[in-house]
């Protein structure tokens, strides 16, 4: 078969012709020209284990959801200014699996739209100009998500927070202020919200909103202690404010016990975005809220959205939700997650590079550290592994603060043969490393 461009030609024109921030993976990139299931093949054929990819939710190029894309495009794509069933009919199979309260849909391209979308909505109904996020957190590339983002605006090229933004303490067990997955110190992390939002009253200003992932994706795979939301939720609505979910990471069933990752810690969100997984690669996100923010919207000015809510992301949205269930990804989510998460555990009993192994469904984060007692992090150790893994044709990538993270969330095609595969090259990793 025709190799088509060599890799050095492609980075060559990437550099010079497609910005130099455009960012790639690993030492020596992959070339990477077909994918299937949790698989993803090099342009000599050969197969990798996919281990980060939420994106292609239900495995890479699902037959039903190619099939859904091609037949729809070949018979119409326009925008919404015209009637259409298909938009009808995926927003109300969408909103079915939401909370009763969030019965509008507004479809957008990409999760940074749909968190753009989603501060407008609350400035709007709050009238607030006040925002809260967590530390660590990445909800998008566009201006207003970058200045909600403290991973790019406290991180390398970044200006520092905005004076409208505030940023609140990570609610992380293993690392965090508070260590401990328990009550209290869900409250204590809780209480520092309540307290931020005092100072924005003291300061005589209003919270607009409160931006949280459901679980902490970049942050570094993080499962907020439980209680944490929804006392942080009656602080942000006492205080005039709203809550938004940021389930563009961790959405549509990954985490196994529910859909939507925000219902493990109890609560319903005012505003929900959800965008990666949404069309199994297809750009298409969306924006999930109540009737009354809805309704503020409607201030005189048209909301207008040239490819949102196309014929085609729609027809390509449903199938995704009809595999999800014809296939049971929730279940087995849930069941491929526990039985290897329960794998980690042992293999973090033979080796004490693992500091922590948490997670839920197929959402899962290895933390490694060089000491048990001082949780340095072990950042070189864990780069070392990742590049290991991909000799052995495994795919993953590292995240957090520190970088010292293995960060896991494969299409939900990943099954136990695939856990009992990466379990078997992780003793050999970190053998090598010990
Ligand atoms: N929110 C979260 C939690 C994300 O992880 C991302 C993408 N990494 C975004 C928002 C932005 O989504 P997109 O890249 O589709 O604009």
Known sequence: ADAGKSKQDIIAYRKKHLGKTLSLSYQQPLKIVRGQGAYLYDEQGNGYLDMVNNVCHVGHCHPKVVAAGQAQMAHLNTNTRFLHDNIVNYAEKLLATMPEELSVCMLVNSGSEANELAFRLAKNYTQGSELLVVDGAYHGNTNACIEASPYKFDGPGGLGAQDYVHTVELPDPYRGKYQGNTVEN????????????????????????????????????????????????????????????????????????????????????????????IGNGHPMAAVITTQAIADAFVNGMEYFNTFGGNPVSCAIGASVLDVIKEEDLQQHALTTGNYFIEQLRQVQNEFDLIGDVRGLGLFIGVELVEDRATKQPATEKTGQLVEFFKEQQILLSTEGRFYNILKIKPPLAFNQADADKFIQVLRQGLAALS
Not at 258 to 273: L, R
Request: charged share 20%; proline share 4%.
């Open 186 to 277: 869900a409250k204590r992390y809780a209480d520092s919200v309540a307290e931020t939002l005092a100072n924005i009253a003291k300061q005589g200003k209003k919270p607009s909103a409160f931006i949280c992932e459901s679980l902490q994706g970049v942050a570094g795979q993080i499962i907020m202690p439980d209680g944490y939301l929804s006392q942080v939720y009656r602080h942000v609505r006492a205080a005039g404010g709203v809550c938004i979910a940021d389930e563009v990471q961790v959405g549509f069933g990954r985490v196994g016990s529910h859909m939507w990752a925000f219902e493990t810690q109890n609560v319903v969100p005012d505003i929900v975005t959800l965008g990666k997984p």
